[in-house]
């Protein structure tokens, strides 16, 4: 690492160097090469290529190939798991299949795909070292046949089988279960060992099966995972390459004097003598397995490492955690450590702070790393027992988690802590900072008409879990898919037409100090341009109001909304074809969550900051509620929603433009148009939680 004296005088690139070229080290260049880096990488055997058959690539990881510019249909050629077949070791269905791609498609933000492993190695590759210029960044530098035996993790060195040494500012392992690296990291050998178990890998094209009346009908579903267990034996086979070829794992207990590795040549007579238990319809399929492709390999575990950093110097994938084949993460999970790395390693990073950030990498990611590693070895121990193959609750988590944004909150908090005695400010579930106002009053509507137009769509969850003000506050289902509303409110006060418009977050729970739970929808955001209710809602009841512009047009068939703040306009709202309708949509009158803050004069601890609860929602005025007079309520499919993007931050209320560009639309859940009266006004009674 070059001599700084503890100062840099500007930032510059960081020179990246990453030990191991396989899918965690090239998607960590790819990353890092995105955020401006200049990276090396270093791979010991002479192609760099692949080895192994196909890979999960669940929600969490295709998510965020996605975000890399990965097209994971077209240029990796994954297919989507669309059905899971589970049979007894005999052949026979233990039960009817399950369509689990409509299933996981209401559920996921993202898809569950199934891929060959060259395949995304060779697009990851490419997209971290081409240099035609389509690329973010300067390209990866790949070197092939560059054995590392020696790392100096303090000065971000390493030093080749043939003698050279390269310097970094920092040192990335991702040199696999039996890595280099993480014998200098941990100051000791840390070695793998055996579970116990071994694999063999090996595909079939599916008109093999298709041709053959003993097996078609394990091909005849496109997308089917299929799934057969005997013990301490089981047989997965899912398809891959556009569903032309089936991947095959079976896993048994390991009697044989193996080496580790994934290279290893499999003994078809061994493989059918091992399974002969299984039925002939299961025989018949793996008599079809080409002796000459068949593949074996050692499963192995390892210790839980206390800390993957050292210096300048971190691990990631299996260099820091490896993985059974029992929850289809392993290659996931090095693809979220790499993305995590890049986020808290922007552009901009300097030197010095590096061993810091790494620490703050660590954070993000052990905890969710070794985790997911323990609910493997738990699904390993419950199908040899005769248990369940999936916990649910362990898939869930897997699955429902995007490390994108997870990183990148984490790394925010990170930034914030370093300058303490910056206040926040009302709304948090979108700004960083500002400075507080003072309370006023509310005016009295009784008597006024109103209408409102709600627009309920579906968005991610794993960004928007970030706005809230703090981790008391989750979604109470760990769907990545999560149900938003947004209404907007237009009534009269002396003459004046006044607009609201309020972003919920439905579905939500908060748990308290106490252990007592209280659900309903967050109220993560209120644009209004009355000025008389804005600093009451705010620091009166914790309401998170911003004041901002509205051009409107309001009709009997539509209705157009666009909030305007700073000049820029940051939401366009449209309904049209309304008609009308009798029936109220279910979810109207739920308890709403919010979060009162008032800053100190000395932080950072602040004035105020509690937990609100209101017993129910209304359609004026955030929770300035009423009884009301609803006369007619409309209805249409016909419904237009845009968060804008920024092309300036506000500077009172930074975060604001930026936090509700990235709110993602999937698609709207229904519009429900309200015209009414008040017929008399109060605040609602609140709770402080």
């Known amino acids: 690492m070059p001599e700084t004296n503890g100062v840099e005088s500007a930032p510059r690139p960081l020179h990246v160097v990453i030990v191991g070229a396989g899918i965690g080290g090239c998607t960590a260049a790819l990353a890092l090469r995105q955020q401006g880096h200049n990276v090396t990488l270093l791979e010991r055997s002479e192609l760099a290529r692949e080895l192994g058959a196909a890979i999960h690539l669940a929600p969490n990881a295709n998510g965020l190939l996605k975000r890399l510019g990965i097209d994971t249909d077209n240029e990796v050629g994954a297919c989507e798991a669309e059905w899971f077949s589970h049979y007894l070791s005999n ?4 039960m009817p299949p399950i369509h689990v791609g409509e299933i996981n498609r209401a559920r996921w933000e993202h898809a569950w795909l199934l891929a060959h492993r060259v395949d995304l190695h060779n697009t990851l590759k490419y997209k971290a070292t081409e240099s035609s210029g389509h690329s973010k960044g300067p390209p990866a530098h790949l070197r092939t046949q560059s054995e590392v035996v020696r790392v100096d993790c303090e000065y971000a060195t390493v030093q080749l089988k043939n003698g050279e040494s390269i310097a970094g500012d920092v040192i990335i392992g991702a040199d696999g279960v039996n890595s280099i690296v993480r014998e200098s990291v941990a100051g000791r050998p840390v070695k793998p060992v055996p579970s116990g178990r071994s694999a063999f890998r090996w595909l079939i094209p599916r008109k093999t099966l298709e041709d053959d009346p003993a097996t078609a009908n394990y091909a005849e579903r496109k997308g089917n995972m299929t799934l057969m267990i005997d013990g301490p034996k089981t047989l997965v086979m899912y398809p891959c390459r556009d569903n032309t070829e089936f991947n095959f794992l079976a896993i ?6 193996l080496t580790e590795g994934w290279g ?3 003994d078809k007579e061994k493989l059918l003598q091992i399974f002969d238990g299984f039925g002939a319809e299961v025989k018949a399929l793996l008599s079809k397995v080409d002796p000459l492709s068949l593949k074996i390999w050692k499963l192995m575990d390892m210790e839980v490492l206390q800390s993957w950093i050292r210096g300048s110097t971190t691990l990631l994938g299996d260099a820091a955690h490896p993985f059974l084949p029992y929850l289809g ?10 993305v995590s790395l890049a986020v808290v390693l922007p552009k901009g990073t300097r030197v010095q702070e590096i061993p810091a950030r790494l620490k703050l990498y ?14 493997t070895r738990e699904a390993c121990r419950s199908r040899e027992r005769g248990g369940p193959p999936i916990n649910p609750i362990h898939t869930a988590y897997g699955y429902g988690h995007d490390e994108f944004f997870h990183s990148s909150k984490m790394y925010r908090e990170w930034i914030e802590a370093q300058t303490p005695t910056r206040p926040k400010i009302m709304p948090l579930a979108i700004t960083a900072h500002s400075m507080r106002e003072l309370p006023s009053s509310c005016p009295d509507l009784r008597g006024q008409e109103f209408i409102s137009a709600t627009i309920a769509f579906r968005s991610s969850r794993t960004y928007l879990e970030n706005l809230f003000p703090s981790s008391s506050f989750t979604f109470k289902l760990p769907d990545t898919i999560a149900h938003v509303r947004l209404t907007f409110t237009s009534y009269t006060i002396a003459g004046q037409q006044k607009n609201r418009l309020h972003l919920s977050l439905n579905g939500v729970k908060y748990t308290a100090k106490t252990g007592e739970i209280h659900t309903g929808d967050y109220l993560a955001l209120v644009l209004s341009d009355d000025h008389e209710t804005l600093i009451s809602d705010r620091e009166l009841y914790g309401i998170p109001t911003v004041l901002c512009k509205f051009e409107t047009q309001i009709a009997t068939d539509h209705i157009v909304v666009k909030a305007i703040y700073h000049d820029q306009a940051i939401i366009t709202f449209s309904v049209h074809d309304l008609n009308e309708t009798e029936d109220p949509q279910p979810d109207n009158g739920n308890p709403v969550l919010t979060y009162k803050y008032i800053p100190s004069l000395s932080p950072p601890t602040p004035d105020v900051a509690y937990k609100i609860r209101f017993p129910d929602n209304a359609h004026t005025q955030g929770f300035a509620s009423a009884k009301s ?3 007619r309520r409309y209805g249409t499919r016909n419904a237009t929603l845009r968060f804008e993007d920024s092309v300036m931050e506000s500077s009172t209320s930074p975060g604001l433009l930026s936090g509700l560009s990235e709110i993602l639309n999937f698609g709207v859940d229904y519009v429900e148009v309200v015209k009414g009266e008040w017929e008399l006004l109060k605040r609602k009674a609140m709770v402080v939680v």
């Not at 052949?91 to 233990?94: F, M």
């Not at 048994?252 to 004097?257: A, K, L, S, V, Y």
């Not at 993460?329 to 790499?338: F, M, N, S």
């Open 91 to 94: 052949g026979e269905l233990k």
């Open 252 to 257: 048994h207990p390991d009697t044989q004097n």
């Open 264 to 266: 290893q040549r499999g």
């Open 329 to 338: 993460q392993g290659g996931g999970c090095a693809i979220e450590d790499a």
């Open 362 to 375: 660590q954070d993000c990611r052990m905890e969710r790393a070794n985790n997911l590693q323990e609910y």
């Open 629 to 631: 007079t609803a006369e």
